[in-house]
């Protein structure tokens, strides 16, 4: 239930555009929203644990601290529609791609979440 009170405010705060916060461009670095931290819910916002470019339609995802399991949403900020979702696993999750071309125009919201850890929220058009 906790998941699903979680998800329900991913999805609530992706919905409503944050125009400053999307990547200008196609091709960059995308600024991130994190509230993540470890399972003491020690956590930080001033050293970034994701770092997210995007280019040529593929968001590059750099996890700086690999010790959990993620769970990946992109909604679309205009329908409020899920996307995309797929897991990675922690073994796999230092350093992993998503293709995301074939959304189509339009700005978008990619949620990384772990219950344990927290979220990071990173907007992007294409």
């Known amino acids: 239930m906790q998941l699903l009170k979680t998800c329900v405010v991913f999805m609530m705060v992706?919905?409503?555009?944050?125009?400053?916060?999307?990547?200008?461009?196609?091709?960059?670095?995308?600024?991130?929203?994190?509230?993540?931290?470890?399972?003491?819910?020690e956590?930080?916002?001033?050293?970034?644990?994701?770092?997210?470019?995007l280019n040529n339609g593929i968001l590059s995802i750099q996890n700086a601290n690999p010790?959990?399991?993620?769970?990946?949403?992109?909604?679309?900020?205009?329908?409020?529609?899920?996307?995309y979702h797929t897991y990675i696993s922690k073994e796999v999750s230092n350093y992993f791609t998503l293709p995301v071309s074939t959304l189509g125009n339009g700005e978008y919201c990619l949620t990384i979440s772990n219950p344990a850890a927290?979220?990071?929220?990173?907007?992007?058009?294409?």
């Open 43 to 53: 956590r930080s916002l001033n050293s970034p644990t994701f770092t997210i470019h």
């Open 118 to 126: 927290g979220y990071v929220l990173a907007y992007f058009r294409l």
């Open 14 to 41: 992706c919905i409503i555009p944050i125009s400053h916060a999307y990547s200008s461009t196609d091709n960059g670095d995308i600024k991130t929203d994190e509230e993540w931290g470890n399972e003491n819910n």
């Open 67 to 83: 010790i959990y399991d993620l769970n990946i949403i992109i909604i679309n900020n205009v329908t409020g529609e899920e996307v």
